[in-house]
């Protein structure tokens, strides 16, 4: 588990950089999770952004909650991202939030995977206009990192925060449907405060 865990810290390192904050979140009967903050002074456009990265998640297969027995090895691995405007709000305060979810496999036994919507049941941040998250696809920003002994690769999986709204219909219709729109409207995703796509 600790190797696991080092070789993530290091892909995340070689990839985001050096992190300039970090925090320990350890839930009843789970193992700690840590989230590292990263913060670049420009990115693509020049305006700063903040990332934050989970680290823990990955410590342990993720396994189907049907199955009788637990896979020790076998099984998805996972940390999160989350990408902000840096100075716009108080993000910082996500830490927290995003510890819970990268715990809920462990607490929940779900298997967090591209396209699953994942909701804190509160504000993200305080003020944030989101209470949710859709998980996005891995290999961008952060490589997959390929493991040894039969175990599968930890995958680094964005979080696109969701206003209710856009949660709700993505329920209805769909991970793709959500991010055409997105994509359609220019939305800037990173923008902490940013409202609701128009979902008509």
């Given at each position: ?21 970090r ?5 009843l009967?789970t ?9 670049v002074t420009?990115?693509g456009d020049g ?11 990955s410590?342990?297969p ?6 009788l027995v ?15 405007r840096?100075g716009l709000?108080d ?8 510890a ?10 779900v298997?967090v995977?591209?396209g699953a ?8 941040w305080p ?5 949710s ?8 920003l952060?490589?997959?990192l390929?493991l ?18 856009e949660a ?8 793709r449907a959500?991010?055409e729109?997105?994509l359609?409207?220019g939305?800037?995703l990173?923008?902490?405060?940013r409202a609701s796509?128009?979902?008509?």
């Amino acid at each position: 588990m600790e190797k696991v865990l080092a070789l993530v810290e290091a892909r995340l390192r070689s990839a985001l950089g050096e992190p300039d904050a970090r925090a320990s979140v350890t839930f009843l009967g789970t193992d700690r999770v840590e989230v590292l903050r990263f913060t670049v002074t420009g990115d693509g456009d020049g305006r700063p952004v903040v990332r934050y990265a989970t680290l823990g998640m990955s410590a342990r297969p993720m396994t189907d909650p049907t199955d009788l027995v637990a896979d020790p090895v076998r099984g998805p691995r996972a940390e999160l991202l989350l990408t902000v405007r840096a100075g716009l709000a108080d993000t910082d305060k996500v830490l927290r939030p995003l510890a819970v979810l990268a715990a809920s496999p462990q607490v929940e036994g779900v298997v967090v995977a591209p396209g699953a919507s994942l909701d804190v049941g509160e504000p993200l941040w305080p003020g944030a206009p989101f209470t949710s998250v859709l998980v996005g696809e891995s290999g961008g920003l952060v490589p997959d990192l390929e493991l040894d002994g039969g175990m599968d690769p930890v995958r680094f999986l964005p979080l696109l925060p969701m206003t209710p709204n856009e949660a709700a219909w993505k329920r209805v219709h769909g991970a793709r449907a959500l991010e055409e729109r997105w994509l359609g409207a220019g939305t800037d995703l990173r923008d902490p405060r940013r409202a609701s796509v128009g979902l008509d």
